[in-house]
Structures are given as structure tokens and as C-alpha cells.
């Protein structure tokens, strides 16, 4: 049968409002067993074990990306070949873990052989599943839910919103116990040392600010020429001022505040540049993460960001041009 454009597209806005109606359902019935999950896990991982991944079928992928996705945010976690674990497997297994077996009709045959054996282990079981009444939740320990009407396949036939529900379900655990640890980006990039996310992730301010003669700063009682000197030696947009007693940020003059000044001012070169300075400017610390400098780049829509030490004296500055030769954005 042949689509058409038209067909084509209103074809695949039904499906992804079809996966997007379970997302929304599941979310809606979220409630003490979402928690009691929640509150498993924690138990688990404190008592120094482990989360156990377990499904078939389509479940098999799904349980593969939670159990990585648990495993990079620092939380012990494996995947559990349900028929591979009643010939030797089984010794993955250690009790208090806990074992989050994933069926969406909860009537998995190689799910429900594997209990007792898990049970035998001292390993808590959750079932998590699209049906309450179930072979596999009358014999796990903890139930969690999720939700949806129909698949978004034309034969209601193919896994679709099923297991979009599922992975969603599964992310929400993994998200929400991140949270509760309070897991830093500092703790991602540990886990994540390899490639541009780790290189990125662990990039510091300290190691893209400008400093030396790239660093345009002087004390604040020179006047606007003498600043603007400076910023052209520099090579910059901004110059750093600091009060010259205690060498501590009292503001930043940019080429950009001397062209609006100057459209007031007749005889702005001459004047000191503390009148046409910005006080209070944006800052960092030294030490901080290169993302944290970029959200701040973002949230205050600046060209540049000084990077102070814990003294508040200015010791570099970064560029926005800067960051996107460096794959930060």
C-alpha cells in the first residue's frame, strides 16, 4: 500500500501521540509504589549491593540501558539473562540486592521459573509491569506500575508504547535517586573519563580563561584611554578593574560601554574609567567547571566571564568566542 506525504506524516504524529498518551498516563499514576521503588534502591545500594536488571525479549534492551544508566551515575548495577541465569548465572546474585524484573503482561515464563531461585538467594524481587494482577506480581516482593491504552502499532501488535513506557519508568528511578544522592557533574565526569563528554565534563575554568597579556585588568582609578589601551593591547572586549589597595574586582569597562558612554560624553577619554564602569559584574571561581561557566553565559546573555579567586582579585577571563572552539556548546 502506497502513503502519501500527507498519510505519511499523520501516521507517525499518531504514534508519537500514542507513546506520548502513555508517558502521560504512567506520570499521572505515579504514587507510594513509584516511592517504595525509590526507597528499595536506596536500601540496596547503602547495604553495599546491587541493582540486578531482568527481562526478554524487547525488555532485553531496555534493561540494558538501565542498567548502564544506573552504572554511570555511580550505582552498582548488572544485567540478568533470565535462562542463562538457571545454568551458572544465578552467582551474579548476592543477597540484599535487589532484582527489577521487567514484563509488560507480567506472564513471562522465563521470569517466573527464575523467582523461587532468586528468592532461595535472599535477593528482593520487583516486578515492574503493565498489569496489577499477574502471575509476576502475585510472586515478586514490590510492585511499580506503568500505564497505556493501546500500542502505537496499526495491529496493536508491535511493542511500541509498552516498552516507551517501561524505559520511561525505569529513567524516572534512575533520575530521581541521582537526585536524592545529590550526584554532582563532578561525579558524572568521573564515571564518564573517556571521549568529548568526559574531556568536557572535566574541563576547568582555570584551563580556558585568559590570562597574562591576554588579560586586560588594571586599577580603577586610571581613565577611559588608559583602559582602552589596555583593552587593545589585550586584544579583549573588557578590561578588569580592581581597587588598588586591596587588589579585590570592583568592576569591568568594555569597548561596548565606552561607545554608549561616548555618544554622552565629550570628554570621556580623559575622564576616570570608575564613572563608566560596571560594578558587580558577572564572576566565577577559580576551580569551577567549564559548564558552569557556560550556564552563566546563558542565563545572563554576557560576552565574557572574569574568573576571581577566593579573594574576589581578578585572574583571568573568559571569552564567549572561546567556547565553542573548545566543544563546550
Request: glycine share 8%.
Amino acid at each position: 500500500m502506497t502513503l502519501s506525504s500527507e498519510e505519511i506524516l499523520a501516521s507517525a504524529r499518531q504514534c508519537l501521540q500514542i507513546e506520548q498518551a502513555a508517558l502521560q498516563t504512567t506520570s499521572d499514576n505515579l504514587g507510594d509504589s513509584f516511592i517504595n521503588a525509590i526507597q528499595l534502591i536506596e536500601r540496596a545500594i547503602l547495604s553495599g549491593n546491587k541493582l540486578v536488571f531482568t527481562g526478554v525479549g524487547k525488555n532485553v534492551p531496555i534493561c540494558m540501558k538501565l542498567f548502564g544508566t544506573f552504572n554511570s551515575t555511580g550505582v552498582p548495577a548488572a544485567y540478568l539473562d533470565p535462562n542463562q541465569a538457571l545454568h551458572g548465572d544465578l552467582g551474579l546474585c548476592l543477597e540484599g540486592d535487589l532484582c527489577l524484573l521487567f514484563s509488560n503482561s507480567g506472564e513471562t515464563e522465563d521470569l517466573l521459573r527464575l523467582i523461587p531461585s532468586l528468592k532461595r538467594l535472599g535477593v528482593t524481587t520487583l516486578a515492574i509491569t503493565a498489569i496489577g494482577d499477574s502471575s509476576l506480581t502475585r510472586v515478586c516482593d514490590h510492585t511499580l506500575l506503568y500505564h497505556y491504552e493501546e500500542e502505537a502499532c496499526p495491529l496493536n501488535l508491535a511493542p511500541t508504547a509498552s516498552t516507551t513506557a517501561a524505559l520511561a519508568i525505569g529513567d524516572a528511578l534512575a533520575m530521581v535517586y541521582l537526585e536524592m544522592r545529590g550526584f554532582s557533574k563532578e561525579d558524572f565526569a568521573r564515571y564518564h573519563p573517556a571521549g568529548s563528554l568526559g574531556k568536557v565534563l572535566l574541563l576547568k575554568v582555570d584551563e580556558i580563561m585568559r590570562t597574562g597579556q591576554k588579560f586586560a585588568k588594571a586599577a580603577d582609578n586610571i581613565n577611559v584611554q588608559e583602559a582602552l589601551l589596555a583593552i587593545t593591547d589585550a586584544r579583549c572586549g573588557t578590561i578588569a578593574l580592581y581597587d588598588g589597595h586591596s587588589g579585590s574586582l570592583t568592576g569591568v569597562f568594555s569597548d561596548g560601554d565606552f561607545r554608549r558612554a561616548s555618544l554622552e560624553t565629550a570628554d570621556i577619554l580623559t575622564r576616570p574609567v570608575a564613572e563608566f564602569m560596571t560594578r558587580n559584574p558577572k564572576t566565577i571561581q577559580a576551580g569551577s567547571l567549564a559548564v558552569d561557566a557556560l550556564q552563566i553565559f546563558e542565563a545572563a546573555s554576557i560576552n565574557d566571564l572574569l574568573v576571581v579567586d577566593k579573594e574576589n582579585h581578578p585572574i583571568g577571563i573568559i571569552d564567549g568566542q572561546d567556547m565553542p572552539k573548545l566543544k563546550i556548546v
